[in-house]
C-alpha cells in the first residue's frame, strides 16, 4: 500500500464515522475542499463510489460500508498500538473515553477518579453517560460500565461495584390517593416514568421482576418519559408517578422518608457493574491504573 493510499483511507474512514465533510475536517485539521478532493481521489483510483453525498447527508456506499468495516478495525488497532507507546513513560498520561450510565458515573467512576485524579494530573477521562449499549468499539470507546450479565462473552470483564437491585418507589403524596401495587401486573394501573432505550430503535424499558424463579417483564404506562435516571428519580420524589431505579440511587430517599419503596420482594440482587473492554485492547499504564482503581473489593 502506498503512502497516499493509507493517507486518503484515513480520510475516507473520518468521513465515514462522522458523516459529515464539515466535522471530518475539524476532526483531520484539514479544509473541506482538501477532504473532498482526497476522497474523490481514492474513489477514482479504485473505480467505486464510496461516499452518497447530498446536500444534508452523507452515508457510506455498500463499497463503503465493507471497506469501513474491514479497514476500520485495523487502523482503530494501530492508534492504540502507537498511544501505549507513547504513554511509555513514568508518569502515566493519556486520555480514557468511557461509557456508562449515569448512576455508575456517579456511584462507580467519581469516587476511583477522586483517588487517582490529584496523584496523576496527566491522566484525563472522557465520561459518556448512556443508558443504553453502546458498541464500545464502533464508538470508539476504551471501555465501558454495565451490569455484568449485560457484558458480551467476547469482552473483558472486570468487577467494579457490589450487586444491584432494582427498586421501584413512588413519593407519599403519588399512594395518597392510590392503592400500592402487590404484584407487577398491578403497575398496569398506575403512572409510570418510562425509561426511553435509544439502542433499541427507541423502545421504552420492560420493567424485569422475578420471584421463587419466576421471571415477568412488564411494559408500564405513564404521562412521562426520560432518558435519564436521574431524571427518574426527580419525577418520582414530586409524586409525579413510580420509578424503576437502582436500590443504590433511591436509598438515601427512602431513609429519609421521602421515597416508599414497593414490590420488593420481586427484585432480587444481580450482578453488578462491570468494566468491560475488547480482548484485544493493548493496556496503556494509565488504563491500567484506572482499572486498578475501579477494581471491586469486596470488604
Given at each position: 500500500?502506498e503512502?497516499?493510499d493509507?493517507?486518503?483511507?484515513?480520510?475516507?474512514?473520518?468521513v465515514?464515522?462522522e458523516?459529515s465533510?464539515t466535522?471530518?475536517?475539524?476532526?483531520?485539521?484539514?479544509?473541506?475542499?482538501?477532504?473532498?478532493q482526497?476522497v474523490?481521489s481514492?474513489?477514482?483510483?479504485?473505480?467505486?463510489?464510496l461516499l452518497?453525498?447530498?446536500?444534508?447527508?452523507v452515508?457510506?456506499?455498500q463499497a463503503?460500508?465493507?471497506?469501513?468495516?474491514?479497514?476500520?478495525p485495523?487502523?482503530?488497532?494501530?492508534?492504540?498500538?502507537?498511544?501505549?507507546?507513547?504513554?511509555l513513560r513514568?508518569?502515566?498520561?493519556?486520555?480514557?473515553?468511557?461509557?456508562?450510565?449515569?448512576?455508575?458515573a456517579?456511584?462507580?467512576?467519581?469516587?476511583?477518579?477522586?483517588?487517582i485524579?490529584?496523584?496523576?494530573?496527566?491522566?484525563k477521562?472522557?465520561?459518556?453517560i448512556?443508558?443504553?449499549?453502546?458498541?464500545?468499539v464502533a464508538?470508539?470507546?476504551?471501555a465501558?460500565?454495565?451490569?455484568?450479565?449485560?457484558?458480551?462473552?467476547d469482552?473483558i470483564?472486570?468487577?467494579?461495584?457490589?450487586?444491584?437491585r432494582?427498586a421501584?418507589?413512588?413519593?407519599?403524596?403519588?399512594?395518597?390517593?392510590?392503592?400500592?401495587?402487590?404484584?407487577?401486573?398491578d403497575?398496569?394501573?398506575?403512572?409510570c416514568?418510562n425509561?426511553h432505550?435509544?439502542?433499541?430503535?427507541?423502545?421504552?424499558?420492560?420493567?424485569?421482576?422475578?420471584r421463587?424463579?419466576?421471571?415477568?417483564n412488564?411494559?408500564?404506562?405513564?404521562?412521562?418519559?426520560?432518558?435519564?435516571s436521574?431524571?427518574l428519580?426527580?419525577a418520582?420524589l414530586?409524586?409525579?408517578?413510580l420509578?424503576?431505579l437502582?436500590?443504590g440511587?433511591?436509598?438515601?430517599y427512602?431513609?429519609?422518608?421521602?421515597?416508599?419503596?414497593?414490590?420488593?420482594?420481586?427484585?432480587?440482587p444481580?450482578?453488578?457493574?462491570?468494566l468491560?473492554?475488547?480482548?484485544r485492547r493493548?493496556?496503556?499504564?494509565?488504563?491500567?491504573l484506572?482499572?486498578d482503581a475501579l477494581?471491586?473489593?469486596a470488604?
Amino acid at each position: 500500500m502506498e503512502r497516499a493510499d493509507a493517507s486518503d483511507l484515513l480520510a475516507f474512514l473520518a468521513v465515514a464515522r462522522e458523516r459529515s465533510f464539515t466535522r471530518a475536517a475539524a476532526r483531520l485539521a484539514i479544509s473541506q475542499p482538501t477532504l473532498s478532493q482526497t476522497v474523490q481521489s481514492l474513489e477514482e483510483r479504485l473505480g467505486v463510489r464510496l461516499l452518497n453525498r447530498t446536500t444534508r447527508s452523507v452515508t457510506p456506499t455498500q463499497a463503503g460500508e465493507r471497506l469501513l468495516l474491514t479497514i476500520g478495525p485495523k487502523f482503530d488497532e494501530m492508534e492504540v498500538e502507537l498511544g501505549a507507546l507513547s504513554e511509555l513513560r513514568e508518569k502515566p498520561a493519556g486520555t480514557i473515553r468511557i461509557t456508562a450510565t449515569e448512576y455508575a458515573a456517579q456511584a462507580i467512576l467519581m469516587p476511583a477518579m477522586a483517588k487517582i485524579a490529584p496523584l496523576y494530573p496527566d491522566i484525563k477521562v472522557e465520561v459518556m453517560i448512556d443508558v443504553g449499549l453502546t458498541n464500545i468499539v464502533a464508538a470508539q470507546y476504551d471501555a465501558g460500565i454495565r451490569p455484568g450479565e449485560l457484558v458480551a462473552k467476547d469482552m473483558i470483564a472486570v468487577r467494579v461495584g457490589p450487586d444491584l437491585r432494582m427498586a421501584v418507589v413512588g413519593s407519599p403524596s403519588y399512594f395518597e390517593s392510590r392503592k400500592r401495587p402487590r404484584t407487577p401486573q398491578d403497575l398496569t394501573q398506575h403512572n409510570c416514568v418510562n425509561l426511553h432505550l435509544p439502542t433499541h430503535g427507541g423502545s421504552l424499558y420492560a420493567w424485569e421482576f422475578e420471584r421463587n424463579g419466576r421471571e415477568l417483564n412488564v411494559r408500564v404506562e405513564g404521562q412521562l418519559v426520560f432518558n435519564s435516571s436521574g431524571a427518574l428519580l426527580r419525577a418520582a420524589l414530586q409524586g409525579l408517578g413510580l420509578a424503576y431505579l437502582t436500590e443504590g440511587q433511591v436509598q438515601p430517599y427512602l431513609s429519609s422518608g421521602e421515597l416508599v419503596r414497593v414490590l420488593a420482594d420481586w427484585c432480587p440482587p444481580f450482578s453488578g457493574y462491570h468494566l468491560y473492554y475488547p480482548s484485544r485492547r493493548q493496556a496503556s499504564p494509565a488504563f491500567s491504573l484506572l482499572v486498578d482503581a475501579l477494581r471491586y473489593r469486596a470488604k
